[in-house]
């Protein structure tokens, strides 16, 4: 009895660092600031292609109607017009501002939202996929702040399900990966525009958190190829090319890209898991406290030409 149940727990912790099936992801994304988030979904859009993930849905953080169409726009571009976008319908207002720097642009790409006020709320868009997934079905994966997932955690039962936020999560959610904080610490962005919300996250989540910090895209310069072997109309190179911070080649950092492919394919010979918690201040700083638990942070293992390469070739890749 106790031989099985340690062969479970064995099998439950190999099956959330490595993958063999479809993984059913929810992606989490504040579109339209940085570039690396259209870099995201497309990376999304081809490990879908592949078989290795189903995309569920794709919410939207921000305070703004036309992230939720230029999310449409893209997922339109990559032949999947019905992935359903939600879009933040509440008022918090985050630390730092977000700029629209290619949604607008994205929004006159075809696609059938034309605003945010025709996107459901993210909240409760959430709590639907959710409900009609098999237990321990689904990843969720926030390349933006957390502010959608504190407040799906805090949401109650309603005609969705009649579990509350964190009953439904813990029900359904097989982990949460998060692009934000900083290992060993630091004051990521992520995190620092809304710090409250992870805090809360980092403190009541009820499943594995893997955070993949700052220092992991950092390394990973990826964009430049988009210049060369894209259309002018891909939605990926229309985002950086609107982009300040890009290097002298066209390449921005890939932080968003990495935690999409840590959550589709897991650890791999990319990277290791760290254990540990990170600590995380009223303004957002942040410092990992080793223990043992359920949240990790990755640690890079795969060299940087290696990795920009397998996110390039998903980042150029054509639609099918
Ligand atoms: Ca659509
Ligand atoms: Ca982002």
């Given amino acids: 009895m106790r031989l099985t149940f340690l062969l479970l727990l064995l099998i439950s912790v190999s099956s959330l660092a490595q993958r063999t099936k479809t993984v059913k992801i929810i992606l989490d994304t ?18 879908a292609y592949h ?14 109607d036309m992230g939720a169409p230029a999310i449409d726009a893209e997922n339109t571009y990559y032949g999947k017009p019905n992935i359903p976008v939600g879009t933040y319908k509440g008022t918090y207002e985050y630390k730092d501002k977000h700029n629209d720097l290619y949604n607008s642009k ?6 059938d939202l034309k605003s945010g006020k025709n996107a459901p ?12 997934q098999p237990d321990q079905g689904v990843t969720i994966v926030v390349v933006g702040p957390q502010r959608l997932v504190a407040d799906l955690l805090q949401s109650k039962a309603d005609s969705l399900s009649p579990l ?7 029900k359904k959610v097989l982990q949460l990966v998060v692009m934000g904080t900083a290992y060993p610490k630091g004051h990521e962005w992520n995190i620092r525009i809304c710090p409250d919300a992870a805090q809360y996250v980092e403190e009541h989540w009820p499943t594995p958190v893997v955070y993949s910090g700052l220092e992991i895209g950092i390394a990973i310069m990826t964009g430049e190829r988009l210049f060369t072997e894209t259309p002018e109309n891909n939605p990926v190179r229309i985002a950086f090319g609107t982009n ?11 932080w968003d890209q990495t935690a999409v492919l840590y959550a589709v394919r897991g ?9 540990g918690f990170p600590q995380i201040t009223e303004d957002g700083k942040n410092s990992w406290v080793v223990s043992k638990g ?27």
């Fill in 30 to 47: 504040d579109f339209g600031n940085d570039c690396d988030d259209a870099a995201a979904l497309a990376v999304l859009h081809q490990l």
């Fill in 51 to 64: 078989g290795e993930a189903e995309i569920l849905g794709v919410v939207y953080p921000m305070n703004d």
């Fill in 106 to 111: 994205l929004a006159e790409l075809p696609n």
């Fill in 121 to 132: 709320d993210a909240v409760a868009l959430y709590r639907k996929i959710l409900a009609a």
């Fill in 164 to 170: 509350d936020g964190t009953a439904l999560v813990k």
């Fill in 244 to 254: 300040p911070g890009l290097d002298a080649k066209k390449n921005r950092h890939s």
């Fill in 267 to 275: 650890v791999r010979d990319y990277w290791t898991l760290g254990t």
């Fill in 294 to 320: 359920n949240r990790h942070y990755l640690i890079a293992k795969k060299g940087i030409p290696e990795m920009k390469k397998i996110l390039e070739d998903m980042m150029v890749a054509a639609p099918k």
